[in-house]
T-cell receptor, first 111, second 111 residues
Framework: DGGITQSPKYLFRKEGQNVTLSCEQN?????MYWYRQDPGQGLRLIYY???????QKGDIAEGYSVSREKKESFPLTVTSAQKNPTAFYLC??????????FGSGTRLTVV | GENVEQHPSTLSVQEGDSAVIKCTYS??????FPWYKQELGKRPQLIID?????GEKKDQRIAVTLNKTAKHFSLHITETQPEDSAVYFC??????????FGTGTRLTVIP
């Protein structure tokens, strides 16, 4: 699916629960990103990672955590501290000389 | 950091007419300017990009122009078709990593 796979496609979270969104790429891209998209809104950066074992907060990192133990993988955990997690989450990867490739997204809903 | 502004937020055109979406950026060191198309519920897809060493790039019905002095770039879609209806995002960055996105333009092509 374009070399970058997000799973699951739909995810339901109960109040107070942590959930983890998966993002895997086989493009050999160094950089990976997580964005949140609310209905009718643009893309807001949550976290990004330029290299393995290193990542930086984006504009809306509160209530989220990430890890980058492997080049191919950049999972995002939505913690119970994120009070309004219902949104569409997009993962992307890139190389130095070419723009982003996006995953197909995960739609998270709080129930 | 970079700040990208995008206008208009919504745009309706008659089928066959042209559509123009404009973006401005703040960081004079930005040198990579991609445009993404996002259909409802799907991932953003790169449709065209331009680097700061050229002023215009064209791909069939789509063209992008860049004015480095004024720090603005535009997407032009000619002979619009209903399948062009989507949300379009501009972005800017130094290199192709760490893109800063505009807030998006919802284009509707009326048959």
């Amino acid at each position: 699916d374009g070399g970058i796979t997000q799973s699951p496609k739909y995810l339901f979270r109960k109040e107070g629960q942590n959930v983890t969104l998966s993002c895997e790429q086989n493009l050999n891209h160094d950089a990976m990103y997580w964005y949140r998209q609310d209905p009718g809104q643009g893309l807001r950066l949550i976290y990004y990672s330029q290299i393995v074992n290193d990542f930086q907060k984006g504009d809306i990192a509160e209530g989220y955590s990430v890890s980058r133990e492997k080049k191919e993988s950049f999972p995002l955990t939505v913690t119970s501290a994120q009070k309004n997690p219902t949104a569409f989450y997009l993962c992307a990867s890139s190389t130095l000389n070419y723009g982003y490739t996006f995953g197909s997204g995960t739609r998270l809903t709080v129930v | 950091g970079e700040n990208v502004e995008q206008h208009p937020s919504t745009l309706s055109v008659q089928e066959g007419d042209s559509a123009v979406i404009k973006c401005t950026y703040s960081d004079s060191a930005s040198n990579y300017f991609p445009w993404y198309k996002q259909e409802l519920g799907k991932r953003p897809q790169l449709i065209i990009d331009i680097r700061s060493n050229v002023g215009e790039k064209k791909d069939q019905r789509i063209a992008v122009t860049l004015n480095k002095t004024a720090k603005h770039f535009s997407l032009h879609i000619t002979e619009t078709q209903p399948e062009d209806s989507a949300v379009y995002f501009c972005a800017a960055s130094r290199g192709a990593n760490n893109l800063f996105f505009g807030t998006g333009t919802r284009l509707t092509v009326i048959p």
